[in-house]
């Protein structure tokens, strides 16, 4: 069984402190792992999907990097509107059913 | 493009009552998903759908059913709510199956009394 775990739950900073969000995974081959934003009452947004140990993207202030048995979502110099909750999420072997964390929450105060 | 949209936004039930939520996608999405959010929980698959026509059942069907009559739209149904049912849900779509980017809707909170 596919399980994802996120830490921390929550993580406040402040505006400019950069930090990383953490993804740990135990799935028998993987075939994608996700990371998504959800802002309050709204519905996860895409940000990246990484397919292979040692895989990086980036986009703006984030960077998602990839090994055999975590993610981590690097956030520079956070602003304000980086507060969400970040999700993360596996796909593995030949299942339909992706495995999703249970979130990061993050505040960045001002 | 409206992407992916929901309707109703709310809802609330009485326990034993039926419903359908409506998931409508404008990408000529071929994969399309329904899940639901609990707290403290992650994202938890319900049904899923690889084509028109076509329906299969994610990690939580119980309670639920679903029909994908036309390619772009993905019904979700309750026949008889539980309180137990009281979540928010979430229709998704995708291009190319699980390995693909998944594009969400805004949600609908659904309540069970």
């Known amino acids: 069984e596919d399980q994802v775990t996120q830490s921390p739950e929550a993580l406040r900073l402040q505006e400019g402190e950069s930090s990383s969000l953490n993804c740990s995974y135990t799935?028998?081959?993987?075939?994608?792992l996700f990371w998504y934003r959800q802002d309050p009452g709204k519905g996860p947004e895409f940000l990246f999907t990484?397919?292979?140990a040692g895989e990086e993207k980036e986009k703006e202030r984030l960077k998602a990097t990839l090994t055999k048995k975590e993610s981590f979502l690097h956030i520079t110099a956070p602003k304000p509107e980086d507060s969400a909750t970040y999700l993360c999420?596996?796909?593995?072997?030949?299942?339909?059913?992706?495995?999703f964390g249970r979130g990061t929450s993050l505040i960045v105060h001002p | 493009n409206a992407g992916v949209t929901q309707t109703p936004k709310f809802r609330v039930l009485k326990t034993g009552q039926s419903m359908t939520l409506l998931c409508a996608q404008d990408m000529n999405h071929e994969y399309m998903y329904w899940y639901r959010q609990d707290p403290g929980m992650g994202l938890r698959l319900i049904h899923y759908s690889v084509g028109e026509g076509t329906t299969a059942k994610g990690e939580v069907p119980d309670g639920y059913n679903v029909s994908r009559l036309k390619k772009q739209n993905f019904l979700l149904g309750l026949e008889s709510a539980a309180p137990s049912q009281t979540s928010v849900y979430f229709c998704?779509?995708?291009?190319?199956?699980?390995?693909?980017?998944?594009?969400f809707g805004p949600g609908t909170r659904l309540t069970v009394l």
């Open positions: 998704a779509s995708s291009y190319a199956g699980p390995t693909d980017t998944q594009y």
């Open positions: 990484l397919y292979s």
């Open positions: 799935v028998s081959g993987l075939r994608g």
């Open positions: 999420a596996v796909s593995s072997g030949g299942s339909y059913i992706p495995t």
